[in-house]
């Protein structure tokens, strides 16, 4: 079993830049294609970024396109998502979970999600 542990979360201004990390312990983080979800307060978890097993292929919401980028370093069991040009509608907790299945089902929500992190507040201010 992969344990995930997110970080990175904070407040900043509309307009600034997060990286947020999901670190992986456990034998098998590399044969999983990881997701960020994330979830604002009285909303349901949406998708936000998704990447495969190898780091090929990534996917993302089209609300965050061109402005995130996901993207993993196996050799550190490391999972990144770089968010650049922060909206005030990008506040919430973000969460990575680690999935099996294809990638187009990370996204669709449908995926066997083996693994979740805890989340980090992710605050954006206008």
């Known amino acids: 079993q992969v344990q995930l542990v997110e970080s990175g979360g904070g407040l900043v201004q509309a307009g600034g830049s997060l990286r947020l990390s999901c670190a992986a312990s456990g034998r098998s983080f590399s044969s999983y294609n990881i997701g960020w979800f994330r979830r604002a307060p009285g909303k349901e978890r949406d998708i936000v970024a998704a990447?495969?097993?190898?780091?090929?292929?990534?996917d993302y919401a089209d609300s965050v396109k061109g402005r995130f980028t996901i993207s993993r370093d196996n050799a550190e069991n490391t999972v990144y998502l770089q968010m650049n040009s922060l909206k005030p509608e990008d506040t919430a907790v973000y969460y990575c979970?680690?999935?099996?299945?294809?990638?187009?089902?990370?996204?669709?929500?449908?995926?066997?999600?083996?693994?979740w992190g805890q989340g980090t507040q992710v605050t954006v201010s206008p």
């Open positions: 979970t680690a999935a099996a299945g294809p990638l187009r089902s990370v996204v669709a929500g449908t995926a066997d999600f083996v693994s």
């Open positions: 990447i495969s097993w190898s780091g090929g292929s990534a």
